[in-house]
C-alpha cells in the first residue's frame, strides 16, 4: 500500500508526466486511490472510508494497489493530487469530501478511463458516482433512546456544516424523541469544520452549559465531543465509527456504516467494464448502516421498542419521514398517511418542529 508521504515523494520523472493519461499492462493491479480532508486516524468518517477500502483488499487481494492520501484540503491543493494520483496510474479514485466534487467531476471528464467515487455529493456522469449514507435510519432510533435517557428535555448536536445530509441526520434524531416525548428539544451548534478538535469540544461544553444531557456528534472525526461529554457525565452517540473506549460510561452507541459492500461492487464493476455513473444512497438494507455499541442504562422496554423500530426501518415498512411533519415554524410538510419522498429529503434545508436553533443563512 503507497502512504501518502511515499506518494507525494514520487519522482521528477513522474512529475514532469503529469496530464498524460497512465497506461497499465493487464496483469497490473488496479490502483486504487482514497483521499480525505482529515487523518485516517483510529475513527470517525475518514478512518471508516478506508476500512471500506480495506474490505475491497480483502476480498480482490493483488488484483487491485491502494494508495491513501490523508488530511487534503478541500480546494486546488485536492485537485492537484487527485489529478498527479490518475497519472500516477490510479483507475479508480475515492474522493472522499462533499468540497472535492468539482475537482473530481473535472477530473472524470478529462480521463473516461478512470472511475470516480464521490461522497455526499450530487452530480453523475458516465465514469462518476456519488454514494451517501441513510444516516437518518440509524439518527431517528438514537432519539428514541435519548428521549428515554433525559431528564432535562433538552438534547442536542454538534454539527459539522449545514449542509442537506447532515440536517437530515439531526432532523430524524428530533423526530425520533419527540415520537417518544414530544416535548423534547433539540439545540444544534454548527462548527463548519470537519476536523477542529478545539472548536468541537468547545461547542459540546457550550450545549452542556445549556442543560442538554444527550449529545450527537455529528460528522466529527475526532472524539473530543465524545470525551467531554463522559467527562461532564452527559450521554452521548456519533457517527461512522465506534468510540466507545472514549466514553465507556455514557456512551450511548454509534450510528455506523461499512462501505466495503458498496466500494467492493463499484471496483469489480470496473475490473468488468461495467462501471455506471450513479447516486447511490445506501442504508440498513444495503448492510452499510448500522447501530451498535447502546449504552445499558436505556431501559429495557425502549431497548424493545428501539430494535422493533429498526427492524421495520431494514425491511422498509417505517419510515423515519412518515407524517404527519412539521417545520420549526409550525408549516405541515407532510400529512398523517404521506412520507417525505427520497429527493426532498436529500435536498433538506430547514429544520423540522422541535428543532430550536434556526439554520446559518
Known amino acids: 500500500m503507497t502512504t501518502r508521504r511515499q506518494f507525494l515523494a514520487t519522482s521528477a520523472a513522474a512529475t514532469a508526466a503529469l496530464g498524460l493519461p497512465g497506461v497499465a ?43 491513501w492520501l490523508e488530511n487534503i484540503p478541500e480546494g486546488p491543493d485536492a485537485d492537484r493530487i487527485m489529478q498527479k494520483a490518475v497519472t500516477d496510474g490510479n483507475k479508480v479514485i475515492v474522493a472522499g469530501s462533499f468540497g ?37 435510519q440509524g439518527t431517528y432510533l438514537m432519539g428514541m433512546a435519548a428521549a428515554s435517557l433525559s431528564k432535562t428535555k433538552r438534547i442536542g448536536s ?41 472548536k468541537e ?15 450527537f456528534s455529528n460528522a466529527q472525526d475526532t472524539p473530543s465531543v465524545v470525551s467531554a461529554c463522559e ?21 450511548l452507541g ?16 470496473h475490473l468488468a467494464g461495467t462501471f455506471k455513473g450513479a447516486s447511490h444512497w445506501l442504508g440498513m438494507a444495503d448492510k452499510v448502516v448500522y447501530v451498535t455499541d447502546w449504552n445499558p442504562d436505556i431501559p429495557a422496554e425502549m431497548k424493545a421498542r428501539i430494535d422493533k423500530t429498526e427492524a421495520e426501518i431494514a425491511v422498509g415498512s417505517f419510515n423515519p419521514f412518515a407524517g404527519p411533519i412539521r417545520k420549526a415554524d409550525g408549516t405541515e410538510v407532510v400529512a398523517a398517511g404521506s412520507a417525505l419522498p427520497d429527493d426532498q429529503i436529500l435536498g433538506m434545508d430547514w429544520h ?6 434556526p439554520l446559518p443563512k
Open 254 to 269: 454509534v450510528v455506523g456504516t461499512d462501505w466495503s459492500p458498496y466500494f467492493i461492487a463499484e471496483v469489480e464493476a
Open 158 to 198: 454538534v454539527s459539522a456544516f449545514a449542509i442537506p445530509e447532515l440536517i437530515t441526520s439531526v432532523n430524524a434524531f428530533a423526530l425520533g424523541a419527540r415520537a417518544v416525548d414530544p416535548e423534547i428539544e433539540v439545540s444544534v451548534v454548527w462548527v463548519n469544520s470537519w476536523f477542529d478538535p478545539a
Open 231 to 251: 467527562e461532564a457525565g452527559v450521554y452521548v452517540f456519533n457517527l461512522n465509527s465506534s468510540m466507545k473506549s472514549y466514553a465507556p460510561k455514557k456512551y
Open 201 to 215: 469540544q468547545a461547542a459540546a461544553k457550550a450545549l452542556i452549559a445549556q442543560g442538554v444531557d444527550v449529545i
Open 100 to 136: 472535492y466534487m468539482n475537482g473530481a467531476l473535472q477530473l472524470a471528464r478529462r480521463f473516461k478511463d478512470v472511475s470516480v467515487l464521490h461522497a455526499s455529493g450530487y452530480q453523475v456522469a458516465p465514469n462518476f458516482a456519488n454514494f451517501a449514507a441513510r444516516y437518518f
Open 352 to 357: 423540522v418542529e422541535g428543532v430550536v436553533t
Open 25 to 67: 499492462r493487464a496483469a497490473d493491479p488496479l490502483g486504487v486511490a482514497l483521499i480525505t480532508p482529515s487523518p485516517f486516524g483510529d475513527v470517525g468518517w475518514s478512518h471508516t472510508l478506508r476500512l471500506g477500502l480495506e474490505g475491497v483488499q480483502a476480498k480482490l487481494g493483488d488484483k487491485v494497489k491502494l494508495t
